[in-house]
């Protein structure tokens, strides 16, 4: 089981609560798990990343275990504690604007 | 008894003012999709409570939400805007190429026809079109591919197509704008374009005459007679009476040709309202009083329009797509301000009252007439 944080607006978007779980068979990657992500939730197909390009929007990062992740390849495995549901991974909003 | 629904886009959030045909008592609904920039909401013409909203934020992307039910409730549609084929490049602020990226949606318009049928104008400019309802987009690629679309440059606001208007009498043909490309009209469902910007002067770009580069803020017909099309450009109130063939200034008296917004009375094609803002570099209103401008006489000939706007110390500004009128028999007029206000008149612009004073600020109003 994979913990996914996700930031308010999103939140209310897919109507979840503070933390969504989501199943993932296979290497958990960014990219799988943003997959399983929106196959489970599609109203958030283009709010994390582009449609098309699949990079990451701009004012959003993604961190976990107090690393931040947002450089990373898509295809790098996340860490253990990600993997086995110790630990979230964060898609954290950009603290900017009016 | 005939009504009226008032769909504000915000900053922050949408809202919907509804009242019965006097006009004179509103019920607010919203926010709805609170902190989420509503760039424009528009309804069917014909099913009245299909709504579409579209829904932007520089955090996310952009959302499409629509109604069936007038606003009550919303469901997400369709938010994915790819350009056809490889997008090519536009010219920046500099004039250097530029990829074309899709940023947001900043007009949404209904056919009139087909309640499934949307039209959406985007940034960076280009005309999609959904027939299923808004849940799939594709592009009407010819207007971007444009023999000009290189030359395009964006205005302040950035390179958004952000009027169109679909001709009631010629299903084939429609009119769109662009800040700052210009104007263009389709006699082919939007399969190919010609660039309609003949008689504008720009003295602020290199060729003030050119066919292209005009900052055009907003452009406005009356159903009876869509041949004649009114522009408030960047400066400038312009007229044409020959679907965009050819235009003359009917600035006239105005006590200034800039601005943002401009409509035309729903009962006399030749009544028409504007609101003049200082400049281009001070974005309120001439000696801090709002007022409204009719021309009875399509232009040229301007009265000031004050009754109940503030007229002293206003400093508020009226965005290209934040003006709508009703089309009850004594036409309402609406606008809405980047201080929050939503102004109404219920007698074509005699009088004025706000519906809401302190809402975020205001960045579109439509406006439904209700059986």
Not at chain 1, 15 to 26: D, F, M, P, R, S
Not at chain 2, 159 to 164: E, M
Request: negative net charge.
């Amino acid at each position: 089981m994979i913990r996914v944080l996700l930031p308010p607006h999103l939140r209310t978007l897919a109507h979840v609560g503070h933390e969504v779980e989501l199943e993932l068979q296979g290497p958990v990657t960014l990219r799988s798990v943003l997959d399983a992500l929106e196959a489970k939730y599609p109203v958030l197909r283009g709010t994390i990343r582009d449609h098309v390009s699949q990079q990451r929007r701009p004012f959003l990062r993604f961190f976990a275990c107090e690393q931040d992740l947002s450089h990373d390849s898509p295809d790098t495995m996340l860490p253990d504690a990600v993997a086995g549901g110790a630990e979230p991974l964060i898609v954290l909003a950009a603290i900017a604007g009016g | 008894m005939s009504g009226v629904r008032v769909l504000v886009g915000t900053r922050k959030g949408a809202f919907i003012l509804t009242s019965d045909g006097r006009r004179d008592r509103w019920d607010v609904s919203g926010p709805h999709f609170g902190g989420w920039e509503i760039y424009h909401m528009k309804g069917s013409p014909i099913d009245p409570n299909r709504l579409f909203a579209s829904q932007t934020s520089g955090w996310f992307g952009q959302m499409i939400q629509r109604s069936n039910d007038g606003g009550k409730t919303w469901e997400p549609v369709g938010n994915k805007f790819v350009y056809d084929g490889v997008p090519g490049t536009h010219q920046w602020h500099d004039g250097t190429p530029h990829p074309w990226e899709f940023k947001r949606v900043w007009h949404l318009e209904p056919s009139l026809t087909n309640p499934d049928t949307i039209y959406a104008g985007v940034e960076d400019a280009a005309l999609f079109r959904s027939t299923d309802g808004g849940q799939s987009w594709e592009e009407l690629a010819g207007l971007r591919g444009h023999g000009t679309g290189p030359q395009w440059q964006p205005g302040a606001g950035g390179l958004c197509l952000h009027t169109i208007l679909l001709d009631p009498s010629r299903a084939e043909r429609m009119f769109i704008a662009i800040s700052a490309a210009g104007a263009f009209r389709s006699d082919d469902d939007g399969k190919s374009w010609r660039a309609i910007n003949k008689g504008l002067r720009s003295d602020y770009i290199p060729d003030p005459n050119a066919e292209v580069g005009h900052c055009v803020h907003r452009i406005a017909m009356h159903r009876s007679r869509p041949n004649v099309l009114f522009m408030q450009k960047h400066w400038d109130v312009m007229r044409s009476d020959d679907a965009g063939d050819s235009w003359r200034e009917v600035s006239g008296s105005l006590p200034t040709d800039f601005g943002f917004v401009i409509d035309v009375h729903a009962h006399e094609p030749e009544t028409i309202y504007v609101i003049p803002i200082k400049s281009d570099s001070e974005h309120y209103p001439p000696d801090g009083k709002l007022r409204v401008y009719r021309s009875r006489t399509g232009g040229n000939e301007w009265e000031a329009l004050t009754k109940g706007l503030p007229q002293q110390d206003c400093y508020v500004n009226v965005l290209r797509d934040a003006m709508a009128v009703d089309s009850l028999d004594s036409c309402g007029i609406y606008f809405g301000t980047t201080g929050g206000q939503v102004y109404a008149s219920a007698d074509a612009g005699d009088t004025w009252n706000p519906i809401v004073r302190d809402l975020p600020a205001v960045l579109s109003v439509e406006v439904q007439t209700l059986p």
